[in-house]
T-cell receptor, first 116, second 113 residues
Framework: GAVVSQHPSRVICKSGTSVKIECRSLDFQATTMFWYRQFPKQSLMLMATSNEGSKATYEQGVEKDKFLINHASLTLSTLTVTSAHPEDSSFYICSAIDSGRTDTQYFGPGTRLTVL | GENVEQHPSTLSVQEGDSAVIKCTYS??????FPWYKQELGKGPQLIIDIRSNVGEKKDQRIAVTLNKTAKHFSLHITETQPEDSAVYFC????????????FGKGTKLSVKP
């Protein structure tokens, strides 16, 4: 149980285009999901906290107009990187909290974004 | 805010030996401490967690100890195997705080056969 999926696992796009990444909780309902960014050989950096049915809370320094987050249901949150640039290339990971177990974050497998 | 320090940054052991990774935290209000294992190109996987109402928790070859007074907690892996090789992250949070985790910088564990 407690499986989180992400799609796509890898994406390559051209500068200026937008990319959408999906995060799904497969076998539980998640009122809260998180989006992280991870650079090579570094720890996870929290970008935003996503609550179902409300606006996401962004961490300081994260542009909300560039990284659009939508948490439309209890099992799906999406991150859209708008007008992507090479510096947006990174490993993006989502996590979800099981509504029935509010203490534990379960992570997705990550999405490798490369912007050319 | 909370700050989590993790040591060592890299750790190399022989297969069968034990490995210990240590973390310290700064906020005495933190009361939930999970450990994650991340393999190359994958997301972190929860391997064990501990709450502040216990001092030790064990799951087969993995154990975590917590010293609330000193504000540090440790991950112990016994009888290491090559498949234990990965990056391990400790984290701290406050129960009921919507789960915001503060991560350590990670430890790259290499188990040599």
């Amino acid at each position: 149980g407690a499986v989180v999926s992400q799609h796509p696992s890898r994406v390559i796009c051209k500068s200026g285009t937008s990319v959408k990444i999906e995060c799904r909780s497969l076998d539980f309902q998640a009122t809260t999901m998180f989006w992280y960014r991870q650079f090579p050989k570094q720890s996870l950096m929290l970008m935003a906290t996503s609550n179902e049915g409300s606006k996401a809370t962004y961490e300081q320094g994260v542009e909300k107009d560039k990284f659009l987050i939508n948490h439309a249901s209890l099992t799906l949150s999406t991150l859209t990187v708008t007008s992507a640039h090479p510096e947006d290339s990174s490993f993006y990971i989502c996590s979800a909290i099981d509504s029935g177990r509010t203490d534990t974050q379960y992570f997705g497998p990550g999405t490798r974004l490369t912007v050319l | 805010g909370e700050n989590v320090e993790q040591h060592p940054s890299t750790l190399s052991v022989q297969e069968g030996d034990s490995a210990v990774i240590k973390c310290t935290y700064s906020d005495s209000a933190s009361n939930y401490f999970p450990w994650y294992k991340q393999e190359l190109g994958k997301g972190p996987q929860l391997i064990i967690d501990i709450r502040s109402n216990v001092g030790e928790k064990k799951d087969q070859r993995i154990a975590v100890t917590l010293n609330k007074t000193a504000k540090h907690f440790s991950l112990h892996i016994t009888e290491t195997q090559p498949e234990d090789s990965a990056v391990y992250f400790c984290a701290a949070s406050i129960l009921g705080s919507q789960g915001n985790l503060i991560f350590g910088k990670g430890t790259k564990l290499s188990v040599k056969p």
